[in-house]
């Protein structure tokens, strides 16, 4: 029962019953809320008013338990860290992802976990050389636009974060959408739910989102992570602005124009994260009319990305990888 179908869509063989605190049990329900509304999460209903409650993040996926009767109002969902970690809330607080047959083929797979049921921090960061990529995309949108005083025009920029292994991907995904974002018609997917300071902060290190890539990639990669789309680009952010705060980008900003070899690139980050952080980074090249520019880092992480974290152990913990290119051009804004 690893997939998943959105609300409407009822699962089979839900015949027992849950209980109500303090009354007779009520209805079973497998899956997930997903949270729309930051709303109080509360041990009981019927006393909701006096208890308070711990609020629901919006986008982060909760277990769902049950919900107070067949066709009821509410839903019981597990809010881990809250007690008690069972709460209520009402119904249009969230949208609830159910399990189907996997031979379904509207449906994707459920967000990965480890034996013990915790989730996955496997990651892949992906970050760009804005210009780099620009020569080999110039009809993008944040290509057009692209100037010398904008922040990629010397700051490394976020592509993604990837929860591993290689096709950890589309969790809980409808398959319309799945559809929309694998046809790359990424503007016609929903706008996301941010904070007004991550949305600057993302605009910013993610030129991309002018095309609406923060879109896809909250699709495609994000709803794998196990938290909410804030949580997903804030930890991101915080990645990269560890590696643009480092020697890693001083290298990048003091070689515009000419080349950078791998051996330089993960001495950077040897020097910048501990001795064999480079050994975890990945660089990608492209070739334009003769020329091989960088496009792109990949950098292993494993753990939990937190703002106290310690993100040179983070990425020290990821499996070495092939440097890919040996050498390439830091290209500049515009059009060579």
């Known amino acids: 029962m690893g997939w998943f179908r959105r609300d409407g869509m009822i699962a089979a063989g839900l015949a027992l019953f849950m209980g109500l605190p303090g009354a007779a049990a009520q209805e079973p329900l497998d899956g997930f809320v997903i949270a729309r509304k930051a709303c109080d999460a509360t041990p009981s209903i019927r006393n909701a008013a006096s208890e308070g409650g711990t609020q629901l993040t919006i986008d982060r996926a909760y277990r769902l338990i049950g ?55 496997d990651l892949l960061l992906a970050i760009s050389w804005q210009p780099g990529f620009c020569e080999t995309r110039p009809g993008k949108r ?52 941010l904070t007004p ?22 699709l495609r990669h994000g709803t794998c992570y196990r938290a909410g789309v804030e949580e997903y680009f804030a930890d991101s952010l915080l990645v990269l602005a560890a590696i643009n705060a480092s020697p890693v980008r001083d290298l990048f900003a003091g070689s515009i124009g000419g080349e950078v070899t791998q051996a330089a690139v993960r001495g950077a980050f040897d020097t910048a994260f501990g001795e064999g952080a480079g050994d975890r980074v990945r660089i990608a090249c492209a070739n334009d009319d003769g020329r091989r520019i960088v496009t792109q880092l990949t950098i292993g992480l494993v753990g939990e990305i937190a703002p106290d974290a310690d993100i040179g152990a983070l990425i020290r913990a990821a499996p070495p990888t092939d440097g890919g290119c040996p050498a390439g051009i830091v290209d500049a804004v515009g059009l060579q």
Not at 144 to 166: K, N, V
Not at 201 to 211: F, I, K, N, Q, V
Request: glycine share 10%; with cysteine.
């Open 142 to 193: 944040e290509c057009r636009s692209q100037t010398e005083d904008r922040f990629d025009a010397d700051h490394l920029t976020l592509h993604g974060l990837w929860p591993q292994p290689r096709g950890t991907d589309y969790c809980g995904v409808a398959a319309q959408d799945r559809r929309t974002d694998e046809a790359g018609r990424w503007s016609n997917l929903a706008p996301l739910s």
């Open 197 to 218: 300071d991550t949305r600057a902060a993302l605009d910013e290190a993610m030129p991309g989102t002018r095309s609406a890539l923060d879109r896809h990639e909250w």
């Open 67 to 121: 919900e107070n009767r067949r066709g009821g109002g509410h839903f019981q969902i597990e809010m881990p860290g809250a007690e008690p970690a069972r709460r209520w809330i009402a119904k249009d607080c969230g949208l609830w992802v159910q399990p189907v047959d996997p031979a379904d083929d509207g449906t994707a797979p459920a967000c990965p976990e480890t034996a013990d049921g915790t989730a996955h921090r």
